[in-house]
């Protein structure tokens, strides 16, 4: 189910009194079906001092850098970008895309290796939960596809694949998919993938 954004009166003054009871936000966040940010901030806006121990620091700042709003609408990520239009951000040292730890946040799991964080909405920038689905390589480009997105051919493949797609064929090149498989997706020879995913072209991305 997806995390509220919005909470009522009734449970603002109910997170309240249990958090001043000693629960933890965590707890009290999964009681309301609410990430912990927004309860770090009823709190603080009635100076209720909350039990550290049971907050995730690593998913309280990660929120904090994402401008939640109503939650049919696109939450723009506030961190730095990628040329590809990706957010992106450093966890314990590793270079994470923003959307990807969105949506690995609000479900409490991880992606599965090999798998894909893509977006309903086409808006890399968002971390929406509710914006992002998890696909297979295949999945993915055929949600390119349906986006029109995809290439023609070989002849046009400098001048039409977008960055996206770009980083897209080398992150699917670094998770160890085929040069060949690479290119039935989008429509490329293997050579091809091979020269995008070596980095001799497209070096900025
Ligand atoms: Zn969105």
Redesign the pocket.
């Known amino acids: 189910m997806a995390k509220k954004t919005v909470l009522s009166n009734y449970e603002e003054t109910e997170i309240c009194r249990l958090c001043r009871s000693g629960l933890g936000t965590i707890d009290v966040g999964s009681l309301f079906n609410v990430s912990p940010t927004p309860i770090v901030r009823i709190l603080e806006k009635n100076n209720i001092k909350r039990r550290k121990s049971s907050v995730s620091y690593d998913e309280e700042s990660f929120w904090n850098n994402v401008e939640l709003c109503e939650p049919n609408?696109?939450?723009k990520w506030r961190g730095g970008f990628r040329s590809s239009g990706y957010g992106h951000t450093s966890r314990y040292r590793k270079d994470e895309s923003a959307h990807r730890l969105a949506w690995e946040f609000w479900n409490n799991k991880k992606i599965p290796k090999g798998m894909f964080a893509c977006?309903?909405?086409?808006?890399p920038?968002?971390?929406?939960p509710?914006?992002?689905f998890i696909g297979t390589p295949k999945e993915n480009s055929e949600d390119m596809v349906r986006k029109n997105r995809q290439v023609s051919g070989e002849r046009h493949w400098c001048s039409k694949l977008t960055k996206e797609q770009v980083s897209k064929i080398k992150e699917m090149r670094n998770n160890g998919e085929t040069l060949t498989a690479i290119g039935k997706i989008f429509g490329i020879t293997h050579g091809m993938v091979g020269h995008i995913a070596s980095g001799r072209n497209w070096k900025n991305i």
């Open positions: 609408r696109c939450w977006h309903k909405c086409d808006n920038a968002c971390c929406n509710n914006h992002i």
